[in-house]
């Protein structure tokens, strides 16, 4: 067993050039450990990859969009030449929302969240759980969110496709039981990353419960190694939101006034890599 108690010798991370999934990779990081990138900045996810190297890891890494059709399937064919990943982790998220209060979603930002977070992380998990499901064994982590469970008025789409990716993974996991493939849903709260930097709430004020995302990393870990089935956190948010959830709702509406946002959109496009994919 090697640290955090997991026995995995390949590992594969969709979106760990950054956030939670670069955090992820980082703790994972050890001699003797394969580990396999994907993201979209291609800059990004070789600084990545080199931290993990200096750490001992065997890194290779594919710069691009996995939302594309066929991409999913390409680079999970690509890594699984000699065996498919034992782990993989589905970190893969683009946020969007309100540009403005008052303003409406514009339809490109929606149709682009809904096809990175929902519709590539389907294709990602199918590719790997095909795969896997052959070899007899592996673990699939996805990370959803909390706004699966409790939607964002002024991130609507990016709650509907977490709401979505969350159903996903119940389904995959009763797909799959049996065959020695486990899955792994993750709805964490406000972390620490790119994402909540985009979110600008009323008079600044800083998102409540956030969570550093080395420490989102630790948790989720634990969860993988004591084989847990869903991990929910903070706690305290979740435990809140039950608490708003049975009051009525314009109670619940006032109460969470200021608790809304606008978002910082950024580039729709996805980042190319203007070079091939590093190999180490």
Not at 5 to 11: C, E, H, Q, W
Not at 161 to 183: C, D, F, M, P, Q
């Amino acid at each position: 067993m090697s640290e955090h108690g997991l026995p995995y010798r390949k590992v594969a991370i969709a979106g760990g050039s950054r956030g939670i999934g670069a955090a992820l990779a980082r703790a994972l990081a050890a001699p003797g450990r394969q580990i396999a990138l994907a993201a979209r900045v291609a800059e990004q996810l070789e600084r990545t990859a080199q931290d993990l190297r200096r750490r001992g890891a065997e890194v290779s890494c594919r710069a691009g969009d996995l939302s594309r059709p066929g991409a999913a399937a390409d680079w999970l064919q690509a890594i699984s030449r000699d065996s498919p990943p034992e782990l993989l982790i589905i970190a893969m998220g683009l946020f969007g929302g309100r540009p403005a209060a008052g303003q409406p979603v514009p339809e490109a930002v929606s149709r682009r969240v809904i096809e990175f977070n929902l519709t590539g992380a389907i294709a990602l998990a199918e590719a790997a759980a095909v795969r896997m499901r052959q070899a007899g064994q592996g673990r699939i982590v996805l990370i959803s969110s909390l706004a699966a469970r409790d939607p964002l008025p002024d991130a609507a789409a990016y709650s509907a496709a977490k709401a979505g990716l969350s159903n996903y993974a119940a389904a995959l996991r009763t797909e799959l039981a049996g065959s020695g493939v486990s899955v792994l849903l993750v709805e964490p709260g406000h972390v620490e990353t790119r994402q909540a930097a985009q979110q600008v709430t009323q008079e600044a004020k800083p998102l409540p419960m956030i969570v550093p995302v080395e420490q989102a990393a630790e948790r989720i870990l634990r969860a993988v190694a004591r084989g847990r089935s869903r991990l929910v956190f903070p706690r305290r948010a979740a435990q809140a939101l039950a608490l708003l959830n049975a009051l009525p709702r314009r109670w619940r509406a006032a109460l969470m006034r200021d608790q809304r946002f606008t978002v910082d959109n950024g580039p729709l496009e996805p980042e190319e890599a203007p070079r091939p994919p590093c190999n180490g």
